[in-house]
């Protein structure tokens, strides 16, 4: 019963959804401003924004100035930053303002980050001072890092208070804070020295200290960490929140779990981008201009396009090779093309055991072994099925002996080479994702077809 009931609300709110996306321009259209407010009434701020972000650049503005401004913030909070910063631009000083002042200050510096200097200037000149103050605090922190994705809007409070006067200070404190649902216990210095949950203090005793209640074993780490870090500390110790501090370990933010989530989102599809060999610089793809995709796409496919041309110059040095059995050209693609594939697949799983940690306990050389003989299995099974193919449709038994261990040999090299290139590249501190599919299936190409045509003169006495 309880999943037919989620499921009629997952299927209405869908339903919703794609209501709003269908009537939301159409109202704007025709200048149906009352029923444009109407019709978002019920719709979550998630959703307004997917809804926004689907407009035409001249309704974008009309549509985001019906919403109220207790709603506003939270939708411009959703949107893609090539959509805020459209919007922003478009804004009065004064309507600009009021939306960046009453921003998270982590959402603040985000989108600093995608604005033009000049705006931003203009922009962190006129806030509230306090304001101005945290978001120069996070902007004064390198991109990526824990120090930059922090929020300031947490609640600490000493260890000596008991659990009545603490809970005195929440009610003062919590609607100011982002993270209500830990509490953060500080000596006199700001010093991190325990957490407690709501529910610990809730549950405490009146007259007994935080003090007492708190846990001492925090998860933390420092401005520095990277984001990657972060969302894997999160992860593996299944918080809502992490504690960000300094050198000192004064605390200063913290970072939250539906951060993390967009950390993850982001690293996934910058890992995919590079694995597709398409540069990345955190854009939505499908949101950039038809020329900035060719600027994406065109480094990497030149850079294979050189290295492919390697195989051309390789197939002209066995031209005679060719020449006497012409039969030896029609494989020619099968091969490079099963290698890449094997390629390909033990780099994927190698650089995704790599990025989420599942080889952290594994030495690498029992990795590139395991792949080693997995590309033999393959390369024996497939092999052997070619050399059958072969002889009976073809009649060439030396042929298909030549296609068969050719076949043998590139699977075990092209998973070999899968498995080691993201390790070297992670070695020396590269991002093994650039060890991309593309390259590496251009790698196995030009070892297969040495191996194929070399192969090629020893069995068949050419």
Known sequence: MKNTDTTTFIGSRSELREL????????????????????????????????????????????????????????????EPTVQQSLIEEFHDQEAIAIVNDMSPDDRARLFDELPPKLVRRLIAQIAPEEREVTSLLLGYQADTAGRLMTPEYIALKEHLTATQAQEKLRTLAYKSEVNYYIYVTDST??????????????????????????????????????????????????????????????????????????????????IYKMGAVESQGDNYFQVGLFEVAKKRFPWLLLLLVTNSITVILLSQYEAVLDEVVALAFFTPLLIGAGGNVGAQSSTVVIRGISTEA??????????????????????????????????????????????????????????????????????????ALMSAPFITTIVDILGIFIYLNLAKLFLGL
């Open 20 to 79: 709003v996306r269908t009537q939301l321009q159409l109202l704007l259209e025709q200048k149906n401003y009352e029923g444009v407010k109407t019709l978002l009434v019920p719709v979550q701020p998630v959703d307004i924004a997917e809804a926004i972000e689907d407009l035409p650049k001249t309704l974008q503005v009309i549509a985001f100035r019906l919403l109220k401004k207790s709603e506003a913030i939270d939708v411009y909070e959703y949107l």
């Open 190 to 271: 700001k010093h991190l020295i325990g957490i407690l949950s709501l529910k610990d203090l809730i549950i405490a005793e009146p007259e007994q200290t935080l003090g007492e209640i708190m846990t001492q074993d925090v998860i933390y780490t420092d401005t520095n960490t990277d984001q990657e870090e972060v969302a894997r500390l999160i992860q593996r110790y299944d918080l809502l929140a992490l504690p960000i501090v300094d050198k000192d370990e004064n605390l200063l933010g913290v970072i939250t779990v539906d951060d993390v989530i967009d950390i993850l989102q982001e690293e996934a599809t910058e890992d």
């Open 359 to 432: 080889l952290r306990d594994k030495k690498p050389i029992s990795i590139i072994i395991r792949e080693l003989m997995s590309g033999g299995l393959l390369g024996m099974i497939l092999g052997s099925l070619v050399i059958i193919g072969i002889f009976l449709f073809l009649g060439h038994q030396e042929v298909g002996l030549t296609v068969g261990m050719s076949l043998l040999a590139i699977t075990m090299i092209a998973a070999t080479t899968g498995a080691t290139l993201p390790y070297v590249f992670n070695y020396f501190g590269l991002d093994p």
